[in-house]
């Protein structure tokens, strides 16, 4: 690929992102513009924007490479992908929206009343984005590795030194006109290649991908293993060897593999002649399992060996149990279906909505922009398994979008084509990664640094960026999908109970809400973590803590549910003017306002409606509270005297102090 035609594409990307974002800094006057775009965003523009959030790499890079290496058995991510927000449609936008929490923890706290579930929940929204930042920054690696040669480290480091100047810089109405851009370069990134590469493909006679056979490389095809793997061969197959397999050194001559398993170390270089099938990787000692998200064969893939995959979640899928697929398929369908409402950065832009009515006609149309966008990673999956199936043995399969292009069409054409798809995958890791870090750092903003205000909130922003940074130096290669799949399920497994039965269960009392995260996410993140670091042994025990989703939501929601009935005499005391709040509309409740420590005290909505100063209703409460007076239904006092009133206040009007 011509380098030169790649790197300025993805400059372009980052130019106009930071052009954008600055757009948004010259219209961001007030705190509230800052944090929540002033609760303006109309449904169409809030759609773009969360869309343009939600289609991370996971989505542009890594389904392809799922549908490549494993077949129409993924194609259950997409479907669960875009049915998640039918659900947080029916069961949470308008009640999120309507309860005036900036964040899930200040949906915790204000629904329960409760400091220490807030807190638990906090530790769960941190977890949670850097999870999910984490395959944002090393795909970004991957892609400048691949487009540029560039090492892999660099793409990691370019994207969150713009996201976190975006971030710190305009906040929140500057990511909003970023990521409603960043959808549609997207959407056109992989819908104009498309039409080229059928063209293409109807052009060479309509050759169909098999997934039920190893998948056969059409040219004679020289791959370089980058680790140590174990590959097995169906079928005797010969090829041309420079380096060592199974413990023995070849210089260029040609060997016979037999059928079985064998060892190839990183490094060798393997010349396959046309025709031959694919070699498939397989886990260390046993062949049974495969492994997906970025790397593995048809049936059997991956290796414990090898970096590129430590471990094997998708392998359930392909493996040879019938009922280890049908766990694994039920767990997916689980933790995408109901994870979809847990992700903090999700959560955070519904706040942005005008009411409950623009929250819910947003997610409708949220529901379009992703189901349209999702019919289109498929397909390159599809072609990958027919012109690039040796990405497959290298553990490269998430690049079947980038080198399609090259390896279909060729020339000018094909360098073009493949430099938008690397503008588009750089955009998908700029939207995503600004959602992000934006509800990262206002969670840290809030419950971990010391003090508040715009300005640590720019300091939570470089260490919501550092930490999954530094995380991805030392955890390399981690499979973009299956990094992605872990955040949904622990989202599934702790925020989905805890919104569902908080929305819609009066009964539900701080013990309750503690035990059913600690219990429901706590397990799902344990039983991955282990599974990563493989500890969890073969069989079913490995299935079920790769796929924790089908017994950890449960978990979570007897939990919940067990410890509230226990404890009755623990629900809040407010609990039925919480619920009506979040139930009624805005015409028979009233405007809602932030939760009391939502902005962390600097924005109320009764302020900026009366068009009195922010600072000067804060003054009055304060006074209030010292002198011994009735505070407002809803202030706390200790919430009042602990908060003061930020330096960077700002009039109702938009004009500075």
């Not at 048809?298 to 090898?306: F, P, Q, V």
């Not at 939570?460 to 999908?481: D, F, K, R, Y």
Request: charge should be neutral; include cysteine.
């Amino acid at each position: 690929m011509n380098h030169s035609y790649a790197v300025a594409a993805v400059v372009g990307v980052v130019l106009a992102t930071v052009l954008i974002g600055a757009l948004g800094l010259r219209i961001s006057r007030t705190t509230s513009d800052f944090y929540v775009a002033s609760r303006t965003v109309g449904p169409r523009l809030n759609a773009a924007a969360i869309s343009g959030e939600y289609l991370s790499a996971a989505s542009f890079l890594g389904i392809a490479g799922l549908v490549l290496v494993q077949g129409p058995s993924m194609l259950w991510y997409p479907v669960g992908y875009t049915a998640g927000y039918l659900v947080l449609l029916l069961l949470v936008a308008a009640p999120l929206r309507r309860s005036g929490a900036y964040t899930l923890s200040d949906f915790a706290e204000a629904r329960l009343e409760s400091p220490l579930v807030r807190r638990v929940a906090s530790l769960f929204v941190v977890g949670i984005g850097w999870l999910y930042l984490l395959p944002q920054l090393q795909g970004a690696g991957l892609t400048l590795e691949i487009l540029t040669g560039a090492p892999d480290w660099v793409g990691g480091l370019v994207v969150a030194l713009v996201v976190t100047g975006i971030v710190a810089a305009g906040g929140m109405r500057s990511i909003t006109f970023v990521q409603a851009f960043q959808y549609g370069l997207k959407l056109a990134a992989l819908l104009v290649p498309a039409f080229f590469l059928l063209a293409a493909w109807c052009g060479d006679g309509t050759p169909q991908a098999r997934f039920d056979a190893p998948a056969v490389l059409r040219d004679h095809t020289s791959v370089k293993v980058a680790e140590t793997v174990r590959v097995r061969v169906d079928a005797p197959v010969t090829l041309t060897v420079t380096g060592s397999v199974d413990g023995e050194t070849y210089d260029g001559r040609t060997l016979a593999l037999g059928r079985g398993g064998h060892l190839v170390e990183r490094g060798t270089e393997l010349a396959f002649p046309a025709g031959s099938p694919v070699p498939e990787r397989v886990p260390d000692g046993d062949g049974g399992d495969g492994v997906g998200g970025g790397s593995g064969g048809a049936g059997a893939t991956g290796g414990d060996e090898s970096p590129l995959d430590p471990l094997d979640l998708s392998g359930a899928f392909t493996g040879s149990g019938a009922g280890h697929r049908l766990y694994a398929t039920y767990g997916l369908i689980l933790a995408t279906f109901l994870g979809a409402m847990g992700l903090p950065h999700v959560a955070v832009r519904f706040y942005t909505s005008p009411n409950g009515r623009a929250a819910r006609r947003t997610t409708l149309v949220v529901l379009g922009l992703v189901g349209v966008f999702y019919l289109l990673p498929p397909l390159y999956g599809a072609l990958g398994r027919i012109y690039a199936p040796e990405l497959a043995l290298t553990g490269a399969s998430d690049a079947a979008v980038l080198v399609l292009p090259r390896r279909m069409l060729g020339g000018v054409l094909g360098d073009l084509l493949g430099a938008l798809l690397a503008g588009g995958a750089c955009a998908a890791f700029l939207s995503t990664a600004s959602g992000l870090t934006m509800s990262v750092a206002g969670v840290l903003t809030q419950d971990v640094l010391p003090a508040r205000g715009v300005r640590h909130f720019r300091l939570a922003t470089l260490l919501a960026t550092a930490v999954p940074l530094g995380a991805g130096l030392v955890a390399s290669h981690v499979p973009v999908a299956d990094a992605v799949g872990l955040a949904f399920a622990v989202s599934a497994s702790s925020f989905c109970p805890l919104l569902v039965l908080g929305i819609w269960w009066r009964r539900l009392t701080p013990p309750g809400a503690v035990a059913g995260l600690l219990l429901g996410g706590g397990c799902a993140l344990a039983a991955v973590m282990a599974t990563r670091a493989g500890l969890a042994p073969g069989g079913w025990p490995h299935t079920l803590m790769a796929w924790p989703a089908v017994w950890s939501v449960p978990l979570g929601f007897l939990s919940m549910i067990l410890v509230s009935l226990a404890t009755p005499g623990r629900v809040p005391a407010g609990t039925s003017r919480i619920l009506a709040r979040l139930h009624l509309p805005e015409e028979v409740d009233g405007r809602p306002e932030p939760h009391p420590r939502a902005y962390s005290g600097r924005e109320r909505g009764a302020g900026r409606e009366s068009g009195i100063s922010k600072s000067r209703l804060l003054n009055s409460l304060l006074r209030t509270a010292r002198s011994g007076g009735t505070l407002p239904e809803g202030v706390p006092s200790r919430e009042v005297l602990s908060d003061e009133v930020p330096s960077e206040e700002v009039h109702s009007n938009g004009s500075g102090r």
